[in-house]
C-alpha cells in the first residue's frame, strides 16, 4: 500500500522566518504535485515535479524531488501571512492497474504577523 | 475557459434522503475521481472514471454511487447508506496518457445532512 506522510502536520510560524514542510513516500514515482487549500476552498495547483531533482520556485515557496529517498521537500522562505493555508503533496501512482493521485494529510500553515 | 464546475456549492438535506451532486468538466480529460474532504482531514478517493460508462470504486465508497454516461459529466449520489455523510466533496479530473496526471480541482460542494 502507498503512503504518503507529511511532516509537520501542523506548523505556525512568524513573518520571515524560513521553514519546510516534508513529505516522503512509501513506492517508486517520479511524479509528485503539491496543492494549496485555502479554508473553506477547493485545492489549487502549486507545483509538478516530474523528474528526480526537479526543482520549482513561484515566489517565497520552492519545491524539489529527490526520488531516490522518496522525498519532496516545500520551502517557504520569508513567510508572509498571505502564504497561511493547507499544504497536500500527492504522488503519482499506478494502483490496481489505475493512475491515481495518493494524497498526505496536509501540513496547517499559519503565518502570524 | 476550461475548468471543472460542481454544483450547488451549499446543500441541505434530511437523514434517509438520497443527494446528488454535479460535477462537469469542459477540459477533455478522460478520467475523473470524487472525494470526500472532512474538517481538518486529508481527501479521500470514493470513486473514479477512467473512461465512459466504465468506473471504480476508491477507498471509502460504501453509501455512495456515481454514472459515467458523458466524457464531461460525473455524477456522484450520497445515499442514504452513507452512515456520515456531512462532508465537503471535491470533484477532480485529469489526462490519462502523455505522462502528466496531474488532477484539477473543482470548487467543491458543501453536505449538511441533520
Known amino acids: 500500500e502507498l503512503k504518503v506522510e507529511q511532516n509537520p502536520l501542523f506548523l505556525s510560524m512568524q513573518e520571515g522566518k524560513n521553514y519546510t514542510i516534508y513529505c516522503n513516500y512509501s513506492?517508486?514515482?517520479?511524479?509528485l504535485y503539491w496543492y494549496r487549500q485555502d479554508p473553506g476552498k477547493s485545492l489549487e495547483s502549486l507545483f509538478v515535479?516530474?523528474?528526480?531533482?526537479a526543482v520549482k520556485q513561484e515566489g517565497r515557496l520552492m519545491a524539489s524531488l529527490d526520488t531516490k529517498a522518496r522525498l519532496s521537500t516545500l520551502h517557504i522562505t520569508a513567510a508572509v501571512h498571505d502564504l497561511s493555508a493547507t499544504y497536500f503533496c500527492?504522488?503519482?501512482?499506478?494502483?490496481?492497474?489505475?493512475?491515481?493521485?495518493?494524497f498526505g494529510q496536509g501540513t496547517r500553515l499559519t503565518i502570524n504577523p | 475557459d476550461g475548468g471543472i464546475t460542481q454544483s450547488p456549492k451549499y446543500l441541505f438535506r434530511k437523514e434517509g434522503q438520497n443527494v446528488t451532486l454535479s460535477c462537469e468538466q469542459n477540459?477533455?480529460?478522460?478520467?475523473m475521481y470524487w472525494y470526500r474532504q472532512d474538517p481538518g482531514q486529508g481527501l479521500r478517493l470514493i470513486y473514479y472514471?477512467?473512461?465512459?460508462?466504465?468506473?471504480q470504486k476508491g477507498d471509502i465508497a460504501e453509501g455512495y454511487s456515481v454514472s459515467r454516461e458523458k466524457k464531461e459529466s460525473f455524477p456522484l449520489t450520497v445515499t442514504s447508506a452513507q452512515k456520515n455523510p456531512t462532508a465537503f466533496y471535491l470533484c477532480?479530473?485529469?489526462?490519462?496518457?502523455?505522462?502528466?496526471?496531474?488532477?484539477?480541482f473543482g470548487p467543491g460542494t458543501r453536505l449538511t445532512v441533520t
Open positions: 477540459l477533455n480529460h478522460d478520467a
Open positions: 500527492a504522488v503519482d501512482a499506478v494502483i490496481q492497474g489505475a493512475q491515481k493521485l495518493v
Open positions: 515535479l516530474l523528474s528526480n531533482g
Open positions: 513506492t517508486t514515482s517520479d511524479r
Open positions: 477532480a479530473s485529469s489526462k490519462t496518457s502523455g505522462g502528466l496526471y496531474e488532477q484539477y
Open positions: 472514471s477512467q473512461i465512459v460508462n466504465d468506473f
